[in-house]
């Protein structure tokens, strides 16, 4: 096995930049998913989608950029801005998506984002995110969860009156049968 050399610059510049020597450097991780999964179609019934991105790797990953777009169906109840941590990264959220762009995750670290959405229209419908891709990682994701957009049917209910008129009209119909 060929003996690996390191040079004085290159061990200096790694202590400098803080980058680890001969690491394997991980992909940063992006999850996503509905909580409840299902929910009636209309702003009556929310759910919440949740995207969290994890820095796997032992070393803190800068410019971690992905995008969010909406699909048909899905609809954002708050639009605004969240950060992110204590290191101040933003989300920017428009009507029909959202993006992170440039974020810092240290080593470890996951960042996750909470967003009240409704359905609009009935089915399944899947949301995908972009790759998540970082500074000297590897691209990650994308991420996808599914959510259930079902028809509420609703049940007709009788009052009172309205049963006891049901149950006088019965009793008139069978005696009128029981006569002929």
């Not at 400098?16 to 996503?32: D, E, H, N, R, Y």
């Not at 950029?65 to 169906?73: H, K, L, Q, R």
């Not at 995750?105 to 229209?121: D, E, K, N, R, Y």
Request: charged share 5%; net charge neutral; proline share 7%.
């Amino acid at each position: 096995m060929p003996a690996i050399r390191l040079s004085a610059l290159t061990v200096l510049l790694a202590i400098v930049c803080g980058t680890p020597l001969l690491a394997q450097s991980l992909p940063i991780t992006i999850t996503k998913s509905f909580n409840p999964s299902a929910v009636p179609v209309g702003g009556t019934s929310t759910t919440t989608m949740t995207v969290t991105i994890t820095n796997p790797n032992a070393f803190q990953v800068t410019g971690i950029n992905f995008s969010d777009t909406y699909p048909a169906g899905l609809a954002a109840d708050l639009v605004g801005a969240y950060t992110c941590g204590t290191l101040g990264s933003t989300a920017l959220f428009t009507g029909n998506g959202w993006a992170f762009t440039n974020v810092t995750l240290a080593a470890g670290a996951s960042c996750s984002v909470p967003m009240s959405m409704h359905a609009t229209i009935p089915g399944d419908i899947v949301n995908t995110t972009s790759q998540v891709t970082g500074t000297g990682v590897p691209a990650g994701g994308p991420a996808s969860a599914t959510l259930n957009a079902f028809v509420v049917v609703a049940t007709p209910t009788l009052s009172e009156w309205m049963l006891l008129m049901l149950a006088a009209s019965m009793s008139i119909i069978a005696a009128i049968r029981m006569r002929t």
